[in-house]
Protein backbone atom coordinates (compact mmCIF):
# COMPACT_ATOMS: atom_id res chain seq x y z
CA UNK A 1 0.00 0.00 0.00
CA UNK A 2 1.48 3.34 -1.12
CA UNK A 3 1.86 6.00 1.53
CA UNK A 4 4.34 7.05 4.15
CA UNK A 5 6.63 4.89 6.39
CA UNK A 6 7.88 6.43 9.98
CA UNK A 7 10.83 4.35 12.30
CA UNK A 8 10.74 3.55 14.98
CA UNK A 9 7.31 3.92 16.10
CA UNK A 10 8.33 4.87 19.63
CA UNK A 11 11.47 5.44 21.68
CA UNK A 12 12.56 6.61 24.82
CA UNK A 13 15.90 8.54 24.55
CA UNK A 14 18.41 9.90 27.35
CA UNK A 15 18.82 13.74 27.32
CA UNK A 16 22.10 14.32 25.48
CA UNK A 17 21.76 11.78 22.95
CA UNK A 18 21.85 11.90 18.78
CA UNK A 19 18.60 10.57 17.50
CA UNK A 20 17.31 10.26 13.80
CA UNK A 21 13.97 9.53 13.09
CA UNK A 22 13.21 7.89 9.73
CA UNK A 23 10.79 8.68 7.19
CA UNK A 24 9.91 7.38 3.30
CA UNK A 25 7.32 7.75 1.29
CA UNK A 26 6.87 5.54 -2.07
CA UNK A 27 4.27 8.05 -3.69
CA UNK A 28 6.96 10.10 -5.60
CA UNK A 29 6.05 13.28 -3.64
CA UNK A 30 7.88 16.45 -4.26
CA UNK A 31 7.62 18.09 -0.94
CA UNK A 32 7.89 16.67 2.60
CA UNK A 33 7.31 17.61 5.82
CA UNK A 34 8.49 17.01 9.63
CA UNK A 35 5.69 18.25 12.25
CA UNK A 36 5.16 17.33 15.89
CA UNK A 37 2.55 17.45 17.95
CA UNK A 38 1.51 18.34 21.50
CA UNK A 39 -1.75 17.98 23.76
CA UNK A 40 -3.55 20.96 22.99
CA UNK A 41 -1.07 22.51 20.12
CA UNK A 42 -2.58 20.97 17.60
CA UNK A 43 0.41 20.36 14.29
CA UNK A 44 3.22 22.88 14.41
CA UNK A 45 6.07 22.42 11.46
CA UNK A 46 9.42 21.56 12.54
CA UNK A 47 11.12 21.60 8.79
CA UNK A 48 9.69 20.72 5.11
CA UNK A 49 11.65 20.38 1.63
CA UNK A 50 9.87 21.40 -1.27
CA UNK A 51 11.89 19.04 -3.41
CA UNK A 52 15.09 16.76 -3.35
CA UNK A 53 17.95 18.53 -2.38
CA UNK A 54 16.54 21.68 -0.41
CA UNK A 55 15.73 22.11 2.96
CA UNK A 56 13.42 24.61 4.67
CA UNK A 57 13.00 25.87 8.03
CA UNK A 58 9.53 25.60 9.62
CA UNK A 59 8.00 27.55 13.09
CA UNK A 60 9.75 25.36 15.55
CA UNK A 61 13.23 24.14 13.85
CA UNK A 62 15.86 24.93 16.82
CA UNK A 63 17.32 21.67 18.17
CA UNK A 64 16.42 19.94 14.36
CA UNK A 65 18.20 19.56 11.42
CA UNK A 66 16.83 17.40 8.28
CA UNK A 67 18.04 16.44 4.64
CA UNK A 68 17.25 15.30 2.07
CA UNK A 69 19.35 13.39 -0.38
CA UNK A 70 16.66 12.09 -2.40
CA UNK A 71 12.63 11.80 -3.26
CA UNK A 72 11.94 9.57 -0.67
CA UNK A 73 13.23 9.94 2.06
CA UNK A 74 13.18 12.87 4.37
CA UNK A 75 14.89 11.82 8.26
CA UNK A 76 14.65 14.39 11.04
CA UNK A 77 17.92 14.42 13.72
CA UNK A 78 18.14 15.69 17.12
CA UNK A 79 21.84 16.23 17.58
CA UNK A 80 21.53 16.40 21.11
CA UNK A 81 17.87 15.58 22.75
CA UNK A 82 16.11 17.86 25.08
CA UNK A 83 13.30 16.55 27.54
CA UNK A 84 10.98 19.56 25.89
CA UNK A 85 11.56 17.39 22.90
CA UNK A 86 9.35 14.73 24.34
CA UNK A 87 6.27 14.81 21.48
CA UNK A 88 4.43 12.77 19.18
CA UNK A 89 6.56 13.38 15.36
CA UNK A 90 4.50 13.45 11.89
CA UNK A 91 5.99 13.33 8.72
CA UNK A 92 4.14 14.38 5.73
CA UNK A 93 3.95 14.82 2.06
CA UNK A 94 2.27 16.23 -0.67
CA UNK A 95 2.36 16.27 -4.19
CA UNK A 96 3.55 19.82 -4.74
CA UNK A 97 5.10 22.21 -2.43
CA UNK A 98 1.74 24.43 -2.76
CA UNK A 99 -0.65 25.96 -0.63
CA UNK A 100 -3.53 23.83 -2.17
CA UNK A 101 -1.71 20.25 -1.74
CA UNK A 102 -3.15 18.10 0.50
CA UNK A 103 -1.03 16.71 2.75
CA UNK A 104 0.08 12.62 3.53
CA UNK A 105 0.78 11.83 6.87
CA UNK A 106 2.73 9.06 8.04
CA UNK A 107 1.41 6.99 11.44
CA UNK A 108 3.47 9.17 13.48
CA UNK A 109 6.81 8.44 16.17
CA UNK A 110 6.20 8.79 19.42
CA UNK A 111 9.45 10.42 21.44
CA UNK A 112 10.23 10.85 24.89
CA UNK A 113 13.25 12.43 25.91
CA UNK A 114 14.29 11.71 30.06
CA UNK B 1 0.29 35.63 9.55
CA UNK B 2 -2.74 32.91 9.51
CA UNK B 3 -4.00 31.85 13.03
CA UNK B 4 -6.77 29.13 13.33
CA UNK B 5 -9.43 28.39 16.53
CA UNK B 6 -11.19 25.49 17.53
CA UNK B 7 -13.18 26.52 19.82
CA UNK B 8 -14.48 22.76 22.07
CA UNK B 9 -11.45 21.37 22.84
CA UNK B 10 -13.66 17.95 23.45
CA UNK B 11 -17.34 17.42 22.11
CA UNK B 12 -19.21 14.14 23.59
CA UNK B 13 -22.38 13.37 21.10
CA UNK B 14 -24.38 10.13 20.92
CA UNK B 15 -24.26 7.68 18.10
CA UNK B 16 -26.61 9.22 15.01
CA UNK B 17 -27.19 12.41 16.80
CA UNK B 18 -26.05 15.42 14.65
CA UNK B 19 -22.82 17.33 14.92
CA UNK B 20 -20.75 20.38 14.23
CA UNK B 21 -17.26 21.14 14.58
CA UNK B 22 -16.61 24.60 15.14
CA UNK B 23 -13.71 26.26 13.40
CA UNK B 24 -12.96 30.13 13.19
CA UNK B 25 -9.71 31.45 11.02
CA UNK B 26 -8.21 34.53 11.05
CA UNK B 27 -6.23 36.13 8.10
CA UNK B 28 -5.22 39.48 5.61
CA UNK B 29 -5.44 37.20 2.73
CA UNK B 30 -7.43 34.30 0.69
CA UNK B 31 -7.19 31.43 2.54
CA UNK B 32 -7.55 27.67 1.65
CA UNK B 33 -9.58 25.55 4.33
CA UNK B 34 -8.68 21.83 5.81
CA UNK B 35 -10.38 19.07 7.42
CA UNK B 36 -8.50 16.48 8.70
CA UNK B 37 -8.86 13.63 10.91
CA UNK B 38 -6.95 11.23 13.13
CA UNK B 39 -7.88 8.17 14.43
CA UNK B 40 -6.00 6.62 17.38
CA UNK B 41 -2.35 6.18 16.88
CA UNK B 42 -2.76 6.96 13.38
CA UNK B 43 -1.34 9.82 11.24
CA UNK B 44 -4.10 12.16 9.68
CA UNK B 45 -6.25 12.46 6.96
CA UNK B 46 -7.82 14.50 5.04
CA UNK B 47 -11.64 14.80 5.77
CA UNK B 48 -12.58 17.58 2.63
CA UNK B 49 -10.71 20.66 1.28
CA UNK B 50 -12.16 24.10 0.18
CA UNK B 51 -10.15 25.81 -2.43
CA UNK B 52 -12.66 27.77 -4.51
CA UNK B 53 -16.33 27.73 -6.32
CA UNK B 54 -19.12 26.43 -3.78
CA UNK B 55 -19.28 27.06 -0.78
CA UNK B 56 -20.63 23.84 0.49
CA UNK B 57 -17.93 21.24 0.77
CA UNK B 58 -19.14 17.60 0.56
CA UNK B 59 -16.14 15.31 2.46
CA UNK B 60 -15.54 11.74 3.14
CA UNK B 61 -17.32 9.59 5.43
CA UNK B 62 -20.44 11.68 5.24
CA UNK B 63 -18.83 14.78 6.78
CA UNK B 64 -19.58 18.39 4.65
CA UNK B 65 -18.28 21.95 5.64
CA UNK B 66 -19.44 25.24 4.80
CA UNK B 67 -16.65 28.12 4.29
CA UNK B 68 -18.28 31.16 5.72
CA UNK B 69 -16.38 34.15 4.59
CA UNK B 70 -18.13 37.00 6.63
CA UNK B 71 -17.73 35.04 9.57
CA UNK B 72 -14.52 33.60 8.46
CA UNK B 73 -15.47 30.13 9.70
CA UNK B 74 -15.63 26.53 8.61
CA UNK B 75 -17.34 24.34 10.77
CA UNK B 76 -17.57 20.52 10.19
CA UNK B 77 -21.05 19.02 10.36
CA UNK B 78 -22.40 15.27 9.89
CA UNK B 79 -26.27 14.71 10.30
CA UNK B 80 -25.72 11.06 12.30
CA UNK B 81 -22.42 10.03 13.50
CA UNK B 82 -21.22 6.88 14.70
CA UNK B 83 -19.07 4.93 16.90
CA UNK B 84 -16.21 4.81 14.15
CA UNK B 85 -16.14 8.54 13.82
CA UNK B 86 -14.62 9.01 17.39
CA UNK B 87 -11.47 10.60 16.83
CA UNK B 88 -9.55 14.01 16.89
CA UNK B 89 -10.45 16.15 14.13
CA UNK B 90 -8.05 19.22 13.18
CA UNK B 91 -9.49 22.24 10.72
CA UNK B 92 -6.52 23.52 9.20
CA UNK B 93 -5.85 27.18 6.91
CA UNK B 94 -3.50 27.81 4.43
CA UNK B 95 -2.31 31.25 2.61
CA UNK B 96 -3.15 31.18 -1.37
CA UNK B 97 -0.72 33.63 -1.69
CA UNK B 98 2.28 32.26 -1.04
CA UNK B 99 3.65 28.34 -1.05
CA UNK B 100 3.89 29.00 2.97
CA UNK B 101 2.50 25.96 4.93
CA UNK B 102 -0.13 25.24 6.52
CA UNK B 103 -1.56 26.29 10.08
CA UNK B 104 -3.37 23.70 12.32
CA UNK B 105 -5.37 24.26 14.94
CA UNK B 106 -5.45 22.97 18.43
CA UNK B 107 -7.73 20.09 17.48
CA UNK B 108 -11.08 18.78 18.73
CA UNK B 109 -11.70 15.22 19.95
CA UNK B 110 -15.12 13.84 19.05
CA UNK B 111 -16.41 11.30 21.12
CA UNK B 112 -19.66 9.18 20.44
CA UNK B 113 -21.78 7.16 23.08
CA UNK B 114 -23.01 4.66 22.06
Known amino acids: IAGITQAPTSQILAAGRRMTLRCTQD?????MYWYRQDLGLGLRLIHYSNTAGTTGKGEVPDGYSVSRANTDDFPLTLASAVPSQTSVYFC?????????????FGNGTRLTVT | AQSVTQLDSQVPVFEEAPVELRCNYS??????LFWYVQYPNQGLQLLLKYLSGSTLVKGINGFEAEFNKSQTSFHLRKPSVHISDTAEYFC????????????FGPGTSLSVIP
Open chain 1, 27 to 31: MRHNA
Open chain 2, 27 to 32: SSVSVY
Open chain 1, 92 to 104: ASSDSFSPNSPLH
Open chain 2, 92 to 103: AVSDTTSYDKVI
